[in-house]
């Protein structure tokens, strides 16, 4: 059981209720308020619906085509017809600033319904949507692991937003713990040794960013049982990419209902942008409460709320994006004669130089994958990091299969990395 947990929430949310400061929040304004329609949608529509505007993976640059492999929005759903009408109608109905935050009258029926659609895809309780996905992770880490009563996990290569949560939690006396990146026995290790009157957090990336491998999520929900942590997990790059309803990598392992916090940010496969936290009603009503960066910050506007919602929709009504994404991913793996476990496959090249040499040599033949380089990775392992969309084509993989060849950028089939050779 999760006692440590249940007591610390009841009581916290006690002492709330007690000095008559507990806040639920429920939706003040129907919408936005009414704001004279300037344009009619209708004048819109045609362009949108031919496809105004640039493809989601290609830019001009200098009157020459670039293909863009270095993109978050996984299933191309940025410049998908349903969203740009979503964002629009509610630009021209509504307007575009929120004009406070959600705690003041920022939060509408369209962000209520978005919860519930989030909610509902993850199969939680509640949700709670956020300005960012940066500010979801800092507002769960440092609102649940402080005090001197709680012990967070966090694995060595979680996202930034996730280490500034838990230096926050960790100045207000939460103890931190960094366990070697997958390394179960070494997160068995650090939680053996702590004290079992701590409140035991456990925070790991779904998918990792800049590896695109995904967390030891049978180690994880093995020890949660064990331990009995709370077990956060950021889906940030797999929420629309894993999973058979695109639930994330949780769904994908068959182990949802063991992830006690959910993650997300609406800015990466969702096209739109902005965070969110799927989670129980009691967690939830803590973030509202004690959420600094939720409290603190103007609510996600309507135009990427009724945007995500859109997408959500095609979520549904189009799965063959993901399947094509899946298709283009084993592709990708397959000509470079390694395992590609996700959208995001990195290319190891070592210094800082070569990174930079290969991006531009990529550049000059019509491919954008960029150099990702320390502080963001390890010194040594700076790279080429390339991220695969649904709206690419199985022949610009190809395309750009060819162009690795050409700058002698090659795998290491015994590393299960690739490295770059020749020139
Ligand atoms: N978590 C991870 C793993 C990320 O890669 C990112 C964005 N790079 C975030 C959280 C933050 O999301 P957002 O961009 O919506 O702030």
């Known amino acids: 059981s999760n006692d440590l947990w249940e007591a610390w929430l009841a009581s916290s949310l006690g002492h709330l209720r007690d000095a008559g400061l507990l806040r639920t ?4 304004l129907p919408t936005l308020s009414a704001v004279q329609v300037l344009v009619p949608g209708d004048v819109l529509a045609p362009w949108i619906e031919e496809g105004g505007g640039h493809p989601s993976q290609e830019v001009t640059q200098h009157g020459a085509a670039v293909k863009l492999f270095s993109t978050n929005d996984y299933l191309g759903l940025s ?46 309780e509640e949700c709670l949507l956020f300005s960012t996905g940066f500010a979801a992770n800092l507002a769960v880490v440092s609102a649940l692991g402080n005090g001197e009563d709680a012990a967070i996990f966090s694995d060595e290569l979680n996202h930034a937003s996730i280490v500034d949560g838990s230096r926050l939690a960790s100045r207000s006396k939460g103890r931190l713990h960094i366990y070697r990146h997958n390394d179960m026995e070494h997160l068995e290790q650090l939680l053996r040794d702590c004290p079992s009157h701590q409140r035991k957090l456990v925070v790991a990336d779904s998918l990792f960013s800049m590896d695109g491998d995904f967390a030891d999520f049978e180690g994880l929900v093995r020890l949660r049982r064990k331990y009995a942590f709370l077990l956060v997990v950021d889906e940030a790059h797999a929420t629309l990419v894993c999973g058979s309803r695109g639930a994330g990598a949780a769904e994908a392992f068959g182990v949802a209902d063991e992830v006690d916090v959910h993650i997300g940010t609406l800015s990466k496969a969702l096209g739109a942008h902005g965070g969110f936290v799927a989670c129980r009603a009691d967690v939830k009503t803590l973030l509202l409460n004690k959420g600094r960066p939720y409290v603190f910050s103007t609510a996600p506007p309507a135009p990427v709320v009724a945007a995500a919602i859109a997408a959500l929709q095609v979520n549904e009504e189009e799965p063959e994006r993901r399947e094509h994404l899946w298709r283009l991913v084993r592709h990708l793996g397959e000509g ?19 990174a930079v040499s290969a991006s ?22 700076s790279r080429l990091r390339i991220s695969l969309s649904a709206a690419h084509a199985m022949e610009d993989v190809d395309a750009l299969l060819a162009a690795l060849t050409e700058c002698g950028i090659h795998a290491s089939a015994d590393s299960g990395l690739v490295i770059r050779g020749g020139s």
């Open 336 to 354: 470079l004669g390694v395992k590609a476990c996700s959208p995001i496959v990195p290319l190891i090249v070592g210094s800082e130089a070569a």
């Open 25 to 28: 929040l429920k939706p003040v």
């Open 79 to 124: 410049t998908h017809a349903a969203l740009r009408r979503a964002a629009a109608d509610a630009a021209l109905l509504y307007g575009v600033g929120p004009r406070s935050s959600a705690v003041v009258g920022g939060y509408t029926l369209l962000h209520q319904d978005l919860e519930r659609r989030l909610a509902a895809l993850k199969g939680t």
């Open 360 to 381: 531009a040599a990529l550049l000059e033949r019509g491919f954008y994958v960029p150099a990702i380089r320390p502080p963001t990775v390890a010194p040594g392992t």
